[in-house]
T-cell receptor, first 114, second 113 residues
Framework: DTGVSQNPRHKITKRGQNVTFRCDPI?????LYWYRQTLGQGPEFLTY????????KSRLLSDRFSAERPKGSFSTLEIQRTEQGDSAMYLC????????????FGPGTRLTVL | GESVGLHLPTLSVQEGDNSIINCAYS??????FIWYKQESGKGPQFIID?????DKRQGQRVTVLLNKTVKHLSLQIAATQPGDSAVYFC????????????FGDGTTLTVKP
């Protein structure tokens, strides 16, 4: 399968713990996006990278959140000191620079903060 | 502010009928409108898009219509099948936002056999 992959698929953690998610985009895609989706809602943009550069961050991305894409391939999203309100599905998508509106999503990581 | 929304949260159709899912948007500066399908436990899947300078675009069993006058977008699915049951989202992007998409809240389509 050469689509976008995300790990882990599910994560249960206790409030105050740190968690890290990984996204592997489609190999030739230079853009990578992170979204958050809560039940019944559409995905909300968090941040995106072009190659290794993080070019935009949403105001939803508080200082407890950090994302990296060190070599322009896979990306990680870390949440420090998790809160119950962080419980959501975290989606990763990738695209080419040209035709960036055509994004291919991974299956997501579902985070539950107890 | 910008928003993208769908008129109905749920839609139930009989297998074989045509489905129409609607979406209203507020930002006239949007360059592309995209429809996604999301099945349970999966990420959104791209279905079809339409550029803002077009009125209609057809794919396999799907047609997207764009009415810029009233800022309305629709997705038509012909001969709806049980496998079409999912949540459908419309989204908009603007080139200046480098592909960042703003999503609506989704319509759950249920196809009855």
């Amino acid at each position: 399968d050469t689509g976008v992959s995300q790990n882990p698929r599910h994560k249960i953690t206790k409030r105050g713990q740190n968690v890290t998610f990984r996204c592997d985009p489609i190999s030739e895609h230079n853009r990578l996006y992170w979204y958050r989706q809560t039940l019944g809602q559409g995905p909300e943009f968090l941040t995106y990278f072009q190659n290794e550069a993080q070019l935009e961050k949403s105001r939803l991305l508080s200082d407890r959140f950090s994302a990296e894409r060190p070599k322009g391939s896979f990306s990680t999203l870390e949440i420090q000191r998790t809160e119950q309100g962080d419980s959501a599905m975290y989606l990763c998508a990738s695209s080419l620079s040209s035709g960036a509106h055509t994004q291919y999503f991974g299956p997501g990581t579902r985070l539950t903060v107890l | 502010g910008e928003s993208v929304g769908l008129h109905l949260p749920t839609l139930s159709v009989q297998e074989g009928d045509n489905s129409i899912i609607n979406c209203a948007y507020s930002n006239s500066a949007s360059d592309y409108f995209i429809w996604y399908k999301q099945e349970s436990g999966k990420g959104p899947q791209f279905i079809i898009d339409i550029r803002s300078n077009m009125d209609k675009r057809q794919g396999q069993r799907v047609t997207v219509l764009l009415n810029k006058t009233v800022k309305h977008l629709s997705l038509q699915i012909a001969a709806t099948q049980p496998g079409d049951s999912a949540v459908y989202f419309c989204a908009e992007t603007r080139s200046i936002n480098a592909g960042k998409s703003t999503f609506g809240d989704g319509t759950t389509l249920t196809v009855k056999p």
